[in-house]
């Protein structure tokens, strides 16, 4: 068990609703991480908080946004679903915001979408 | 584009044979490279990482191997076990910029009696 718990464990949507994916870090970790899993493109990162604020984005649709509260949970929002969206998406979370720090993995969420 | 190639995309080894995985990556701007392990069902587990100032770091098991002028580096699992059958990634990162993980494509391990 790395710490970092993820909500819900999986969701099944109908293409165009919007859903939101919840994270809570390990306890003393400020940076957050969201990556996406999909068969066809692999482990893409898709957006870092540190601390609250937005700190590094990656491959992320313009459909999809995040954000990091002030107790340092993060949600990850999907909109406009499509059938490609559907995939696994991880959060991570690590004490510091960079430097190789560590980065604790949590469960997943499996988003289906049909 | 992808910047870290993995190879084999599986691997069947018997047990207490020796697996090989490979990665190459592109951007010399990497400075971190760490080898993760998923099992189904969860998500990826940090096993072992290198610095290109070393070139082999050693974790009971687990060897990562680096070569910096050839911008390549592997995983070796001595005396593979059953338990070890899971799908491995290696990763890189530019320390200086970002914390964001550079995935290769995954290598799906399994161990066989």
């Known amino acids: 068990d790395s710490g970092v718990t993820q909500t819900p464990k999986h969701l099944i949507t109908a293409t165009g609703q919007r859903?939101?994916?919840?994270?809570?870090?390990?306890?003393?970790?400020?940076?957050?991480?969201?990556?996406?899993?999909?068969?066809?493109?692999?482990?893409?990162?898709?957006?870092?908080?540190?601390?609250?604020?937005?700190?590094?984005k990656g491959n992320i649709l313009e459909r999809f946004s995040a954000q990091q509260f002030p107790d340092?949970?993060?949600?990850?929002?999907?909109?406009?679903?499509?059938?490609?969206?559907?995939?696994?998406?991880?959060?991570?979370?690590?004490?510091?915001?960079?430097?190789?720090?560590?980065?604790?993995?949590?469960?997943?969420?499996?988003?289906?979408v049909l | 584009q992808q910047q870290v190639k993995q190879s084999p995309q599986s691997l069947i080894v018997q047990k207490g044979g020796i697996s090989i995985i490979n990665c190459a990556y592109e951007n010399t701007a990497f400075?971190?490279?760490?080898?993760?392990q998923q099992f189904p069902g969860k998500g990826p587990a940090l096993l072992i990482a290198i610095r290109p100032d070393v070139s082999e770091k050693k974790e009971g098991r687990f060897?990562?191997?680096?070569?910096?002028?050839?911008?390549?580096?592997?995983?070796h699992i001595m005396d593979s076990q059953p338990g070890d059958s899971a799908t491995y990634f290696c990763a890189a990162l530019n320390t200086g910029t970002a914390s964001k993980l550079t995935f290769g494509t995954g290598t799906r391990l399994q161990v066989t009696l």
Do not use: M
């Open chain 1, 19 to 56: 859903v939101t994916l919840r994270c809570s870090p390990r306890s003393g970790d400020l940076s957050v991480y969201w990556y996406q899993q999909s068969l066809d493109q692999g482990l893409q990162f898709l957006i870092q908080y540190y601390n609250g604020e937005e700190r590094a």
């Open chain 2, 31 to 36: 400075d971190y490279f760490p080898w993760y």
């Open chain 1, 72 to 112: 340092l949970h993060s949600e990850l929002n999907l909109s406009s679903l499509e059938l490609g969206d559907s995939a696994l998406y991880f959060c991570a979370s690590s004490e510091l915001a960079g430097n190789g720090n560590e980065q604790f993995f949590g469960p997943g969420t499996r988003l289906t």
């Open chain 2, 63 to 75: 060897t990562i191997s680096f070569n910096k002028s050839a911008k390549q580096f592997s995983l």
